[in-house]
């Protein structure tokens, strides 16, 4: 029998009701603030931070600015990114698929619409739409939006953060960076690379944290009564591992008990918390990942090997070492994050202030089992320059990252849970009257920017500069802080191929362009271990429809242009 769209979505689990604008919106007037007065916002992002790595969260490590805004706040436990740096990113400032922004891939440009590697003209950013409403904006960190980055060619700062709608900026324009002396390091539109080579000193998770809790207070001392809007997006704990040795110092020894334990301590934990149902077994260890007890055996390259035999501590205590200078990067963080929180609090601003902490995609397991690979661990090899110093750069592999995405399967790039599962702290005392409680409806970070737009009374722009531009796909979460179900039709995803549709309960998920697709019901089997595709296959067969509209719809194809044109 057919079923109706109707039926399909009561069949789906997905409410119907409510005013939807386009698949996803929620309808909202647009006119006046939550309450009253507008709030101050600051969102926060760390970079490749796995689901159980924050206390909060279930992980062991110290981060107690966090927990106190998740004590006093909500913490969500179905909230997703999109599974990559660049779509993250995307995504996030705009409300839009980041397919619909021009960044599906990273930063090359493959000539198709949703592989520009630039955000185009067709979007508005989070700085831009409430800059238009009345807020002063700010920007500390990762821009990661351009392929252009030459600060000697001002033709190349069209898409820099002071161009797409932020009053001030501190950071880098490209990725991944040396935490000692990153390149594009950038203040407004000037390169100031050379003031970070030449201070002994200088961390740039530091330096991030501090030009935020700057900004606020300058802010907060010359406007006190207009709203700001600050963007902080960390690199840590991304890759290379860089981290002080008084933060690493806290948890040298502590990882000795490897990542097997860790996993299972952490999923206790996360169970005790109400995070994950404890019906939904942890998953086994990722293929990628090698037993702790095995690592003395782990195969790898020769080049490797020849360097690991020279260090004179065995691979478990090289690893175990890893882990703590990971854990040292997200604790900085966090001091950090306490300071911001601070400049807020000594204005007398923090009541009535959004603060929203998540992570642009889960743990990542690159570079080889020791995190070795490509041109990470060279000056290890060549030099023995411990993990976590100055002139190092590594990663941690897939088997810290593994325990990272605690309870899931997978990693960073993939849709699997483990690449698209985050945290999500909202903290606003005067917007939220529930303390310390979980949220468990179903969110996205498209949802970030009709959910500010909302507690801001602000209005989302029909044209910008002359463009026209695409309305907002994600839908508020404002009515989650109340406890209330949000009404959505369905949340997709793809990034190089790996792809996957949430409807209600019912998540269609594929690992690459190549492979078949496998169905969950994530209300019984979150971790996704039971794929009932053979089983459910009316019900596939609809879902990858809907996937297939979304995806002609937003850009999407083809996926891999790259090879595509080969």
């Known amino acids: 029998m057919k079923m109706n769209r109707r039926d399909f979505l009561r069949v789906a689990g997905v409410a119907t009701a409510g005013g939807l604008l386009g698949p996803n919106n929620r309808a909202f007037a647009g006119k006046?603030?939550?309450?009253?007065?507008?709030?101050?916002?600051?969102?926060?992002?760390?970079?490749d931070m796995g689901y159980s790595d924050i206390a909060s969260y279930g992980g062991e490590i110290q981060t107690p600015n966090l927990d106190r805004l998740a004590k006093n706040g909500l913490r969500f436990t179905q909230f997703y990114n999109g599974a990559r740096c660049c779509p993250t990113r995307a995504a996030l400032l705009t409300g839009l698929y980041a397919h619909q922004t021009g960044?599906?891939?990273?930063?090359?440009?493959?000539?198709?619409?949703?592989?520009?590697?630039?955000?185009?003209?067709?979007?508005?950013?989070?700085?831009?739409?409430?800059?238009?409403?009345?807020?002063?904006?700010?920007?500390?960190?990762?821009?990661?939006?351009?392929?252009?980055?030459?600060?000697?060619?001002?033709?190349?700062k069209f898409n820099w953060p002071r161009q797409r709608g932020f009053d001030r900026y501190y950071g880098i324009i490209r990725g991944a960076a040396d935490y000692y002396a990153p390149k594009t390091l950038t203040r407004d539109n000037k390169n100031i690379e050379q003031e970070a080579r030449d201070d002994p000193d200088y961390y740039l998770t530091d330096a991030i944290s501090d030009?935020?809790?700057?900004?606020?207070?300058?802010?907060?001392?010359?406007?006190?009564?207009?709203?700001?809007?600050?963007?902080?997006?960390?690199?840590?704990?991304?890759?290379?591992?860089?981290?002080?040795?008084?933060?690493?110092?806290?948890?040298?020894?502590?990882?000795?008990?490897?990542?097997?334990?860790?996993?299972?301590?952490?999923?206790?934990?996360?169970?005790?918390?109400g995070i994950v149902d404890a019906k939904w077994p942890l998953s086994e260890r990722n293929a990628s990942a090698v037993p702790w007890e095995g690592v003395?055996?782990?195969?790898?390259?020769?080049?490797?090997?020849?360097?690991?035999?020279?260090?004179?501590?065995?691979?478990?205590?090289?690893?175990?070492h890893k882990m703590a200078v990971y854990a040292a990067m997200i604790d900085s963080m966090d001091q950090g994050i306490g300071r911001i929180v601070s400049a807020v609090a000594k204005a007398g601003q923090l009541d009535n202030t959004l603060i929203v902490f998540l992570s642009d995609n889960g743990a990542c397991a690159e570079y080889g089992v020791f995190g070795f690979g490509w041109i990470l661990g060279n000056q290890y090899m060549k030099n023995g320059i411990?993990?976590?110093?100055?002139?190092?750069?590594?990663?941690?592999?897939?088997?810290?990252?593994?325990?990272?995405?605690?309870?899931?399967?997978?990693?960073?790039?993939?849709?699997?849970?483990?690449?698209?599962?985050t945290p999500l702290i909202v903290h606003w005392p005067a917007g939220i009257k529930a303390k310390g409680q979980l949220r468990h409806q179903v969110g996205h970070v498209i949802d970030i920017m009709p959910t500010f737009m909302e507690v801001a009374g602000a209005e989302y722009p029909k044209e910008y500069n002359g463009c026209r531009i695409k309305p907002m796909e994600g839908t508020s979460l404002v009515p989650a802080f109340d406890n209330k179900p949000i009404d959505r039709e369905y949340i997709c995803w793809e990034h190089h191929g790996n792809r996957a549709i949430?409807?209600?309960?019912?998540?269609?998920?594929?690992?690459?362009?190549?492979?078949p697709w496998e169905l969950y019901d994530m209300e019984k089997d979150s971790?996704?271990?039971?794929?009932?595709?053979?089983?459910?296959?009316?019900?596939?067969?609809?879902?990858?429809?809907?996937?297939?509209?979304?995806?002609?719809?937003?850009?999407?194809?083809?996926?891999?242009?790259?090879?595509?044109?080969?």
């Open 502 to 515: 949430r409807i209600g309960k019912w998540k269609l998920v594929a690992r690459g362009e190549r492979n």
């Open 296 to 320: 003395d055996k782990a195969k790898v390259p020769e080049r490797i090997q020849k360097a690991l035999d020279k260090d004179t501590r065995g691979p478990k205590e090289i690893m175990a």
């Open 103 to 156: 960044m599906g891939d990273m930063e090359p440009d493959w000539h198709f619409p949703g592989y520009r590697g630039n955000i185009n003209k067709q979007c508005v950013t989070l700085g831009q739409a409430l800059k238009a409403n009345g807020y002063s904006t700010y920007m500390s960190g990762k821009w990661h939006l351009t392929n252009k980055w030459d600060h000697g060619k001002p033709e190349h």
């Open 527 to 566: 971790t996704e271990l039971n794929n009932l595709i053979e089983k459910k296959k009316d019900l596939a067969a609809r879902m990858e429809k809907t996937w297939h509209r979304w995806a002609k719809r937003c850009d999407v194809l083809p996926m891999n242009p790259n090879r595509k044109k080969k």
């Open 32 to 47: 006046k603030s939550l309450t009253g007065a507008r709030p101050n916002i600051i969102l926060i992002l760390a970079d």
């Open 386 to 421: 411990p993990c976590g110093a100055r002139g190092s750069y590594t990663a941690y592999g897939p088997c810290w990252a593994n325990a990272g995405n605690t309870p899931f399967r997978y990693f960073k790039h993939f849709v699997h849970e483990g690449g698209i599962a």
């Open 211 to 273: 030009s935020a809790a700057e900004f606020i207070a300058e802010h907060c001392k010359t406007r006190p009564a207009a709203p700001f809007f600050s963007y902080v997006a960390y690199t840590a704990p991304h890759w290379p591992l860089h981290a002080r040795k008084r933060d690493v110092d806290k948890y040298e020894g502590k990882y000795m008990k490897g990542w097997d334990v860790l996993r299972k301590e952490r999923h206790e934990r996360m169970i005790r918390m």
